[in-house]
């Protein structure tokens, strides 16, 4: 667990002008959530490096790099939002037996709300841009299925500020929780590339074995980077050469992601891998 440095200073600052109770419901909330996804993630045994915790809510960072099945990062996704419907039912029968104050019943029912449906936005970071990333990359290419989601977030969080801005209020706090947002996209935009290379570089290392073959057809001068940009999660892929009018030759995606890692071989050809292994 980590607690980023503003958020103590939030908290101190909260103590001292009274809205600490908001502050506690608050960070109680999104500790839940981020719990809802620790214990999925558990079960299923990944690599959890640490949970984020900051003024605006919790990530929690793993080492995974998109190498677990679509199915099992889709319910650690869903796992953290779905931890709000029990937190209605807490705060239900804490109304009907008088066992919390009425103000704090309603606005822990205020903030759980939007929590949940703020988490569930396609934006990237939130739980739902990582929905949106798993449907992308159902049906395009992990390399670009990460660069469409990351372009439809930037879109998504700027109508959204432009919403704000048009039909509520100006508080300082949404603006900067959006500004943030933005902020880490164009990050994460800038290392979208590092992001593709780790995909990769965990599919050699792992070696997962997806039940589904996926065919990929390229020509001779294809280098492996062109082929590695195609690639998709859960498939495995079988590379045909196509070779002057003659049976396309077989490659492995094995064999190629090894040629890059191990033997560095970051310029060779889908021909010349054929011709060294000749």
């Not at 990237?124 to 990351?150: H, Q, V």
Request: with cysteine.
């Amino acid at each position: 667990m980590y607690i980023h440095p503003i958020l103590w200073f939030f908290i101190l600052v909260s103590v001292f002008t009274g809205t600490f109770m908001e502050l506690s419901i608050i960070l109680l909330i999104v500790l839940i959530h981020e719990c809802g996804h620790y214990f999925a993630a558990k079960y299923y045994e990944w690599r959890i490096r640490r949970i984020n915790l900051w003024i605006f809510g919790g990530v929690m960072e793993t080492d995974e790099h998109a190498s677990k099945p679509m199915k099992q990062e889709l319910i650690v996704t869903l796992a953290g939002p779905l931890q709000h419907i029990w937190i209605y039912g807490l705060l239900f029968v804490c109304a009907e037996y008088s066992l919390l104050p009425f103000a704090v019943i309603d606005l822990a029912l205020k903030y759980n709300t939007t929590i949940l449906l703020f988490n569930l936005l396609p934006i990237w970071p939130l739980d739902g841009g990582k929905i949106l990333l798993l449907l992308y990359s159902s049906f395009l290419p992990y390399r670009r299925a990460l660069g469409t989601m990351l372009i439809s977030s930037s879109i998504i969080c700027m109508f959204t500020l432009l919403l704000i801005s048009m039909n509520f209020s100006f508080t300082l706090s949404a603006f900067l929780l959006i500004g943030f947002i933005l902020w880490e996209n164009r990050l994460e935009w800038k290392r979208r590339y590092y992001t593709f290379i780790r995909f990769l570089l965990k599919r050699h290392v792992d070696k997962p074995s997806p039940k589904k073959i996926r065919p990929i057809v390229v020509d001779p001068d294809t280098s492996l980077m062109r082929i590695f940009s195609l690639f998709r999660r859960n498939y495995r892929h079988r590379i045909h050469v196509k070779c002057n009018g003659k049976q396309p030759v077989l490659l492995d995606e094995e064999a190629c992601l090894r040629a890059y890692f191990k033997l560095k071989q970051y310029q060779t050809t889908a021909g010349e891998m054929i011709g060294n292994r000749d």
